[in-house]
């Protein structure tokens, strides 16, 4: 092949084949179109065969560009912006949906932060809010007892899914069961995360449920102070 050093190409530049033994290359351009490089809509670009680790460049035909390789990080150091940006790594592994200002792990969010799989922080969790100005027409629950009554502490063994995206990382558990919350109190259940669709829907259409258990809680402080009452009153009877 040619040394092409310091070669100036006024129009169309095509190789058949591709470049070896370069230890440093820089492509310039000083016209107003883009430079261009690739065959065809396609650019793909890959480190050589002998490296310690393997590295690809590759952008397709609708501008997707994918970053592959089994070895390195992919750092940004200047801030990417062009539109909207959906930027995937490991076929979801990691998706970032800029439009929406979205995040998902191992999923396609449908909320800020979406993750399929086990979570862990070392610090606290803070979320929601609780003051008592941003609340009206307060008014408390009532018949707890009952309610938790109607409620069953159970053990049991997960059926796995994977066609609908529900794979659990344990066998077993312990809990409540979402749909006994939902009859005594409804705004401690929605849909479970594995089925939550982009537009807030269901993704299997079946509405899989899962229970915030820490909405759960304002029902048993109100079930203890009845079972107190009940307690206070045998209590001062004797």
């Avoid at 480190?47 to 397709?60: F, H, V």
């Avoid at 609708?62 to 990417?80: E, F, Q, R, W, Y």
């Amino acid at each position: 092949m040619a040394d092409l050093q310091s070669t100036v190409v006024t129009g169309t530049f095509e190789a058949t084949q591709g470049f070896t033994n370069i230890t440093e290359a820089s492509f310039t351009t000083k016209v107003t179109a883009p430079l261009m490089v690739g065959v065809g809509n396609v650019v793909q670009m890959e480190n050589k065969s002998d490296a310690g680790s393997r590295g690809t460049i590759d952008i397709d035909a609708s501008g997707n560009i994918n970053l592959g390789g089994d070895g390195g990080v992919i750092n940004v150091n200047k801030a990417m912006v062009y539109g909207a940006l959906d930027f995937t790594v490991d076929t979801d592994t990691l998706y970032v949906d800029a439009a929406n200002d979205r995040v998902g792990v191992n999923i396609s969010p449908a909320e800020s932060m979406h993750v399929s799989g086990n979570s862990v922080a070392t610090g606290d969790i803070v979320s929601n809010y609780s003051d008592v100005r941003l609340k009206k027409n307060i008014v408390g629950i009532d018949s707890a007892l009952n309610k938790v009554n109607g409620l069953r502490g159970v053990t049991y063994d997960f059926n796995n899914k994977p066609e609908i995206g529900f794979e659990p990382t344990r066998k077993s558990d312990h809990g409540l069961i979402a749909h006994e919350v939902q009859e005594v109190l409804p705004h401690a259940v929605t849909l479970a995360p594995f089925d939550l669709a982009t537009n807030g829907g269901s993704k299997s259409g079946d509405s899989y449920l899962t229970i915030r258990y820490e909405r759960v809680i304002p029902l048993l402080v109100e079930a203890i102070k009845e079972l107190s009452a009940k307690l206070e009153k045998l209590e001062n009877k004797n």
